[in-house]
C-alpha cells in the first residue's frame, strides 16, 4: 500500500530548452515554490557559457555543480518532484538525451520572442520517439513578442505535436498585464517589482466587469483571444497529453517568478507518476513488489582525492532499500550498497530507502557502465539508452609511453561515463574515438591528465558517420565486412560498425547492400 501510495504522488521530469530560453532560471523558481532553496541565484547554470569552450576551470567548476544539481528532488503539496537537469551546452546532448530515458515527462522552455529554436527541435524530436508526455511553457513574456497565436502554429509545426493552451498571456513586453488560467479560470496580474508568489483571481464568467476594471481594454482583447482559443484548439484531452501526443501550453516570466505557480500547480495534477518500463524481456509495473532499476548517468572523480564513481539510477519498480543485496544483471554479480545517496535540491544524503520514480546515487568503484540494469535477483535488461552516431572523429594515441597503462584505464572510464564512443580499426587495430561535439575532445584530454595522469594526443581522421551494422543473411554481412575491410571497426562491446567516408559512400553502401542494416543508434 506504502508503496502504492508514494508511486502515485512521484513526478520525476526533465526541463529541456534551447540555451537562454530561461531553463535554469525556471528551475530556480520551481525549488523556491518547493522550498527546497531559499534565495535566488542558488542555482547556478550549468552550462559552459559561449567563449569558454577552452577554458578548463570551468568545465570542472560545471561538473562540480552538475553533479550537485544533476538531480534536484523536493516535496510540493504533498507531491515529490524530481527534477532532472540537462546540460544546456549543445556539445553535452547526448548527456541530455540519456537524461531523458530517466523521466515520466518533460516540460519544454521557448523563448516567446525566438519561438522555436534548433535544441528544442532535437529535443522534441527524443520525447516523440520515446511518446513523453510534454508540457511547453512559454517564457520572457516581459519582453515584446510576435503574436500569440503564430507563435503557438509555429510549435505545432516545428515540435510536430498538436497543442492546447492552457493559460493566455494579456499582451506583451512592457504592456504585459497578466496571464488568464483557462484550465482554473483565473486570472493572475503581472508586476514586475513583486516578484514574490503571485496568486490567481477566481472569475466565474469572463463577461465579469472586475476584469474591465482590472485590465482596462485589454479585457475586451482578452474575451475574443478566448473565444478564438476555444474555437481553434480542441478541448484539453488528458489521455493525448499522456500519450505524447498533445502538449499543453502556459505563458509566464520565469525572471520575474510569474505564471510559474500555475505551471507547477496544473503540471502535478496532469504529469504522469511513475510509468511502466519496458525491458528486454518483459514491460515492468512500478507497483511491483521487486526492486529493479537502471543506470543512465555515471559521474567519475569529482572528489579528485577520492577515486569515486557516482551512478545514477531510476528506480524502476518496487522499494530499494539500503543494505539489501542486489543483483548487477550484466555482471552477474550481487552487490549491497551501504550508503545509497538522494539528491535533494543541492545536497546529498545517505537514505534507507526509495521509491519508483526516484534517482538514486550508488558509490561506484567501477562495476557499472550507462544502461546497466539492477534487480532483486531477476534476469532483466532495460532498454533505452542508446549511443547515437557519433559525427566527428580522431584517432587517439598515447603521448607518454610510460604511461600506456593510466591511459587505457582513463579512455575505458571515460567511456563507461558516455562521454564519447571508442571505436577500433580492424585494419590496424588504432583506437578512434567518435563525439558529437568538438568540446568532447578538450574535456577528454584535459580529464584523463588531471584524472588519470596520462597525455593524450589527436591525430585527425576524416570520417562522415560510425554507423552499427548487422544483417540476418551472414554470408552477406560477411562479404560486406570483406570488401570495406579497412573502413570495419569494433565499438567497446565488439559489435561490427562501419566508418562510412562521406554521405555519399554511405548511401551506396546502403544501396549496394540492401539486406544489411545500418544503424544510427546503438540500440536496435
Ligand atoms: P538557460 O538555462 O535556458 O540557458 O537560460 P537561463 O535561465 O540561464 O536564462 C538565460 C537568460 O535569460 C538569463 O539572462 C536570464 O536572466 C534571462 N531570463 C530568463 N527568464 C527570463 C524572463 O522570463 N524574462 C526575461 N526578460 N529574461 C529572462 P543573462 O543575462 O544571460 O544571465 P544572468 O546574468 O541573468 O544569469
Redesign the pocket.
Known amino acids: 500500500m506504502v508503496l502504492k501510495e508514494e508511486i502515485l504522488r512521484r513526478r520525476t521530469f526533465g526541463i529541456v ?12 523558481k520551481l525549488l523556491l515554490f518547493g522550498g527546497a532553496i531559499h534565495v535566488a541565484g542558488a542555482v547556478k ?3 559552459i557559457k559561449k567563449g569558454a569552450t577552452s577554458d578548463f576551470m570551468e568545465i570542472e567548476r560545471q561538473r562540480g555543480i552538475s553533479v550537485a544539481t544533476s538531480v534536484m528532488g523536493f516535496e510540493y503539496n504533498g507531491y515529490k518532484i524530481n527534477i532532472l537537469d540537462t546540460p ?1 551546452h549543445q556539445d553535452f546532448q547526448e548527456d541530455t538525451f540519456r537524461t531523458l530515458t530517466a523521466v515520466d515527462s518533460v516540460i519544454i ?1 521557448i ?1 516567446a520572442a525566438k519561438g522555436v529554436e534548433p535544441q528544442t527541435e532535437k529535443l522534441m524530436g527524443v520525447c516523440r520517439m520515446r511518446k513523453t508526455p510534454v508540457i511547453v511553457f512559454i ?5 515584446p513578442t510576435g503574436d500569440t497565436f503564430d507563435l503557438l502554429d509555429d510549435i505545432e509545426k516545428q515540435l510536430m505535436i498538436k497543442v492546447v493552451p492552457l493559460s493566455w498571456p494579456i499582451n506583451n513586453g512592457p504592456e504585459f498585464k497578466g496571464v488568464y488560467n483557462i484550465y482554473e479560470s483565473s486570472l493572475s496580474l503581472f508586476n514586475p517589482s513583486i516578484t514574490d508568489i503571485e496568486k490567481g483571481i477566481k472569475f466565474d464568467t469572463l463577461n465579469e466587469p472586475a476584469l474591465d476594471q482590472l485590465i482596462g481594454n485589454d479585457a475586451v482583447v482578452l474575451r475574443e483571444d478566448l473565444e478564438m482559443v476555444e474555437g481553434i484548439y480542441p478541448d484539453f484531452d488528458h489521455a493525448a497529453y499522456l500519450a505524447g501526443e498533445l502538449a499543453p501550453v502556459f505563458f ?5 517568478n ?1 505564471g510559474v505557480r500555475e505551471l507547477l500547480d496544473t503540471f502535478v495534477k496532469l504529469a504522469p507518476s511513475p510509468r511502466p518500463k519496458k525491458s528486454e524481456e518483459r514491460l515492468v509495473h512500478p507497483e511491483e513488489e521487486t526492486f529493479t532499476g537502471f543506470v543512465f548517468k555515471i559521474h567519475a572523480n569529482i572528489d579528485p582525492n577520492h577515486r569515486s564513481r557516482i551512478a545514477f539510477v531510476k528506480i524502476c519498480s518496487g522499494m530499494f532499500e539500503r543494505n539489501k543485496n542486489y543483483r548487477h544483471i550484466r555482471l552477474a554479480k550481487t552487490f549491497k550498497y551501504s550508503s545509497p545517496t538522494a539528491f535533494m535540491a543541492d545536497k546529498k544524503e545517505v537514505i534507507e530507502n526509495a521509491f519508483p520514480g526516484d534517482i538514486i546515487g550508488l558509490p561506484d568503484t567501477g562495476n557499472f557502465v550507462i544502461g546497466d540494469t539492477v534487480t532483486e535477483g531477476e534476469i532483466l535488461h532495460y532498454k533505452g539508452i542508446p549511443s547515437f552516431s557519433p559525427e566527428i572523429f580522431r584517432y587517439i594515441e598515447n603521448a607518454d609511453p610510460m604511461r600506456s597503462k593510466q591511459l587505457a584505464k582513463g579512455v575505458d572510464q571515460l567511456m563507461d561515463e558516455g562521454v564519447a564512443q571508442l571505436f577500433t580499426s580492424q585494419l590496424n587495430g588504432r583506437k578512434i574515438i567518435g563525439t558529437v561535439g568538438a568540446l568532447q575532445f578538450e574535456v577528454i584530454e584535459y580529464r584523463l591528465e588531471h584524472e588519470y595522469n596520462a597525455k593524450c594526443r589527436w591525430e585527425s581522421i576524416s570520417l562522415y558517420k560510425a554507423c552499427w551494422i548487422e544483417s540476418e543473411d551472414k554470408v552477406v554481412l560477411d562479404d560486406f565486412k570483406k570488401r570495406k575491410y579497412n573502413k570495419m571497426a569494433t565499438d567497446k562491446q565488439g559489435r561490427d560498425v562501419f566508418l562510412a567516408d562521406s554521405a555519399f559512400i554511405l548511401d551506396m553502401a546502403q544501396r549496394d547492400f540492401p539486406k544489411i542494416k545500418f544503424h544510427f543508434t546503438s540500440e536496435f
Open positions: 530548452s534551447h540555451p537562454d530560453a530561461g531553463k535554469t532560471t525556471l528551475t530556480e547554470s550549468n552550462k544546456g522552455v523563448d517564457n520572457k513574456m516581459d519582453r509566464g516570466s520565469a525572471l520575474y510569474f
